[in-house]
């Protein structure tokens, strides 16, 4: 990074360098060099239903525009819905049309992931609990962070489960939804909802299956709930309006499933 930092203060000429990798260069231990002002961040989700589809989205403009919602038409799902929910974005899974190709590559991408760039990012003991964390993660899509029940669940103190949170958002495998409140310091304790970065990661940490989603309905919910989450996420990297992403949930426990905030003080509720 000192280099690239001498390089372009010498030539200001954007685009010359283009770095990519699976972790968030900004919170890598070992670099000490941020590029501030020299550097654009850009996060690349997996791909979004429509960019798979070849149509640019613009629900989220369509929802804060100044004329008011106004609904699109929405042509039939091909694939249909519970095929989409179990492949995801994942470039080389949506090429791969058998299931169980696409099960290898995911069981490949989770090892690696969790065993070579974990190592990378951290040096910490008890790699053994990541995947079954992320497991368990991926069995409360959608659920408020409860820190102290899952340190119950995989028998790790709540320092250890906070610093392998981090490392799974840091390599984009985790994301979490903060609660939204008028209150603005509110919304920096109440608990956040987590989601994964794709439903298909999802469908294969649960074992779901097509027969699984026919014969149990209610399998159906947190991946549809995770999908759109996801969805929120992606888009507003190309729309007009810039929004940021939130869950609502009251004392009384009332609560929808995500709100958005635009500028001005605009939202805007989405509930799956």
């Given at each position: 990074?000192?280099?690239?930092?001498?390089s372009?203060?010498?030539?200001?000429?954007?685009?010359?360098?283009?770095?990519?990798?699976?972790?968030?260069?900004?919170?890598?231990?070992?670099?000490?060099?941020?590029?501030?002002?020299r550097?654009?961040?850009?996060?690349?989700?997996?791909l979004?239903?429509?960019?798979?589809?070849?149509?640019k989205?613009?629900?989220?403009?369509?929802?804060?525009?100044?004329?008011?919602?106004?609904?699109a038409?929405?042509?039939?799902?091909?694939?249909?819905?519970?095929?989409?929910?179990?492949?995801?974005?994942?470039?080389?899974?949506?090429?791969?049309?058998?299931?169980?190709?696409?099960?290898?590559?995911?069981?490949?991408?989770?090892?690696?992931?969790?065993?070579?760039?974990?190592?990378?990012?951290?040096?910490?003991?008890?790699?053994?609990?990541?995947?079954?964390?992320?497991?368990?993660?991926?069995?409360?899509?959608?659920?408020?962070?409860?820190?102290?029940?899952l340190?119950?669940?995989?028998?790790?103190?709540?320092?250890?489960?906070?610093?392998?949170?981090?490392?799974?958002?840091?390599?984009?495998?985790?994301?979490?939804?903060?609660?939204?409140?008028?209150n603005?310091?509110?919304?920096?304790?109440?608990?956040?909802?987590t989601?994964?970065?794709?439903?298909?990661?999802?469908?294969?940490?649960?074992?779901?299956?097509?027969?699984?989603?026919?014969?149990?309905?209610?399998?159906?919910?947190?991946?549809l709930?995770?999908?759109?989450?996801?969805?929120?996420?992606?888009?507003?990297?190309?729309?007009?309006?810039?929004?940021?992403?939130?869950?609502?949930?009251?004392?009384?426990?009332?609560?929808?499933?995500?709100?958005?905030?635009?500028?001005?003080?605009?939202?805007?509720?989405?509930?799956?």
């Open positions: 990074f000192p280099a690239l930092k001498a372009v203060d010498r030539d200001r000429r954007p685009g010359r360098f283009l770095l990519t990798g699976s972790a968030n260069v900004l919170l890598l231990p070992k670099i000490g060099e941020s590029l501030a002002g550097i654009e961040i850009c996060t690349l989700w997996p979004s239903e429509g960019e798979l589809a070849g149509v989205e613009t629900f989220i403009d369509r929802l804060f525009s100044a004329s008011g919602w106004a609904p038409t929405v042509a039939p799902m091909d694939p249909p819905l519970p095929e989409r929910l179990l492949r995801g974005g994942f470039p080389e899974v949506v090429l791969r049309p058998e299931a169980g190709r696409r099960e290898a590559w995911f069981r490949a991408y989770i090892t690696t992931l969790l065993q070579r760039d974990v190592r990378d990012l951290a040096n910490i003991e008890g790699l053994t609990a990541m995947p079954r964390l992320l497991m368990l993660l991926a069995s409360r899509v959608g659920g408020l962070l409860n820190v102290a029940d340190g119950r669940s995989l028998g790790a103190p709540h320092s250890t489960l906070t610093r392998y949170l981090t490392l799974l958002e840091m390599l984009f495998l985790l994301h979490r939804v903060p609660a939204w409140s008028v603005l310091g509110k919304r920096l304790v109440k608990a956040p909802k989601y994964l970065c794709d439903v298909g990661l999802v469908a294969h940490l649960n074992g779901v299956t097509l027969e699984r989603l026919g014969q149990d309905p209610g399998t159906v919910g947190p991946l709930e995770n999908l759109v989450a996801m969805e929120l996420l992606k888009q507003p990297g190309w729309s007009q309006n810039r929004v940021s992403l939130y869950h609502y949930r009251s004392t009384a426990g009332q609560e929808v499933d995500f709100l958005m905030e635009g500028s001005g003080d605009r939202v805007a509720a989405v509930e799956v």
